[in-house]
């Protein structure tokens, strides 16, 4: 009997042309891109190379210009948090008191900055000789070097909201400072909103505002609790995605405002978020991007009651009349002139402007398209095939062939950022699944200082010089290359005192 299975001989040839097949595939591809005009600009550049220092000077060399732009955007940004963390009230008994306030905050966020994974290594990695002594250079305010669990403790009594007040304050002063001004959507700055886990664990046995639900079925079910956030970034048009706002989701234990025990929702969350966002920035221009989850009249009356600006995903099949209406104007879809292309795709919009919506059809919403056709290869046989998708939007800013470009390319397709953005949290070393904490409070505080480390390294990646750097050797890379220069004694005392004669500025790449 002869067998179907094919030898390794064979089954490895099989293999090697398909490789090549892909390759070639892969060539012509980009070929047809750049025919196109349509640039992919691409956040890094990073190669599988050795390192291009031969020798210790020349390695000497490139850490002091690293790490001389590093001090500069750090010294721009964190003089705002610290006058900020040293206002927050001190919970602790003043006599017992060994560690300033500011000392401890400063010691919570570096840790996030540096991304250390856990309390007991935060103990290990910036309590060390080299480490304190270079971030006292950098930061005079660190004069004492705290435990881990001695920040925990704190952070367990104080009110959450001072370190969120911190946050704002930073992003205020970088508004005020007309730092965005050329990455606005239409004259307002974009915020997108997202939901996520952060984390669950088995049983109920943690504090009780953590979310409940039961898993499995039948013999194997098992309860849970679980933690729930909703995320607020900025999105600019360049792709710089700064962490702004958490707001948790939380069980109300309260009988006399939840007598029926009904946990807490998306929807409700971003209420909450919202007004909090209204309150912080009760004059600025804003441009809301979001997920159907939000195309509600609730939803979309609260944001034209507030002034604001929105884009909201069309859900088609919960809102089909106005997925009928959009689809009645395909047949007159146009490309954008002079762009037909956008990184690699070729698009086709339609719109329909000014429909009437609402319990009192107070809203003014229009409706947008877009058509997109892309060359993907087959990994199974290496042929060029032709990809369709549709992308469909509730916008309430009328659309036009001048700013359909801007709101559904720069603004509602950055949207997807945040996921990234969150991806880069959970699994690219900032622990957003680690609660550092099981009390609520020191839990959701810890959770604030990752997010205002992460905003401070994102900030720092988007500085011109630093966006070259960072282009060559990668995020990750580039991160822990300032870590390694800073835990070790690579940069000498002069060089150090030589950075408090340099100006600061922040200059962010455009694209």
Request: net charge positive; with cysteine; charged share 25%.
């Amino acid at each position: 009997m002869l067998s179907n299975t094919k030898s390794p001989v064979m089954h490895s040839i099989h293999r090697n042309n398909l490789i090549k097949k892909i390759l070639i595939s892969q060539k012509q591809v980009r070929e047809n891109i750049e025919t196109t005009n349509s640039k992919i600009i691409n956040r890094t550049q990073a190669k599988n190379r050795k390192s291009s220092d031969a020798t210790l000077a020349e390695e000497q060399f490139s850490r002091e210009n690293i790490m001389s732009e590093q001090i500069k955007a750090w010294r721009s940004i964190l003089p705002v948090l610290i006058k900020k963390f040293s206002r927050i009230p001190d919970p602790r008994r003043t006599k017992s008191v060994k560690h300033k306030m500011v000392v401890l905050m400063i010691f919570g966020l570096l840790a996030f900055v540096f991304r250390i994974s856990s309390r007991r290594e935060i103990n290990r990695e910036l309590t060390g000789t080299i480490i304190n002594n270079n971030l006292q250079k950098i930061f005079p305010e660190l004069d004492s070097i705290p435990h881990a669990d001695t920040l925990a403790r704190m952070l367990e009594k104080i009110n959450s909201q001072g370190i969120e007040s911190a946050h704002i304050a930073l992003i205020k002063e970088l508004v005020r400072k007309k730092k965005f001004k050329k990455l606005l959507i239409n004259g307002c700055l974009p915020i997108s909103v997202d939901g996520a886990q952060k984390l669950f664990r088995d049983g109920i046995l943690h504090d009780s505002h953590w979310l409940q639900r039961t898993v499995g079925k039948d013999d194997t079910q098992v309860e849970q609790q679980y933690v729930y956030a909703i995320e607020a970034n900025i999105t600019l048009k360049n792709g710089l995605n700064i962490p702004l706002l958490t707001e948790y989701l939380y069980m109300e234990n309260n009988q006399l405002s939840n007598p029926d025990g009904k946990q807490d929702c998306e929807l409700k969350a971003f209420d909450r978020l919202s007004r909090k966002l209204k309150k912080y920035f009760p004059r600025l221009k804003i441009i809301m991007f979001m997920d159907a989850l939000y195309a509600t009249q609730s939803t979309m009356g609260d944001m034209y009651n507030f002034g604001w600006e929105y884009v909201i995903n069309l859900p088609k099949n919960k809102l089909k009349d106005f997925a009928k209406l959009l689809n009645k104007k395909r047949k007159s879809k146009i490309m954008i002139p002079d762009q037909p292309y956008y990184r690699g795709r070729r698009q086709e919009f339609y719109w329909v402007n000014h429909i009437e919506y609402g319990y009192k059809w107070e809203l003014d919403i229009n409706l947008v398209s877009c058509l997109e056709r892309r060359e993907e290869i087959n990994k199974l046989t290496g042929e060029i095939e032709k990809k369709y998708s549709e992308h469909s939007w509730i916008s309430s800013i009328p659309l036009s062939i001048d700013n359909v470009h801007e709101i559904c390319n720069l603004g509602a397709r950055k949207k997807g950022f945040i996921e990234d953005n969150m991806n880069t949290e959970k699994n690219r070393g900032y622990q957003y699944k680690h609660s550092y904490s099981y009390n609520w409070n020191a839990m959701k505080c810890f959770h604030l200082l990752m997010r205002m480390g992460h905003a401070i390294n994102a900030l720092s990646e988007f500085t011109r010089t630093l966006k070259k750097y960072l282009k060559d050797k990668g995020c990750s890379a580039m991160l822990t290359y300032i870590k390694e220069t800073l835990f070790n004694p690579w940069l000498s005392e002069k060089w150090y005192e030589a950075q408090w004669y340099v100006t600061p500025q922040l200059r962010f790449q455009l694209e």
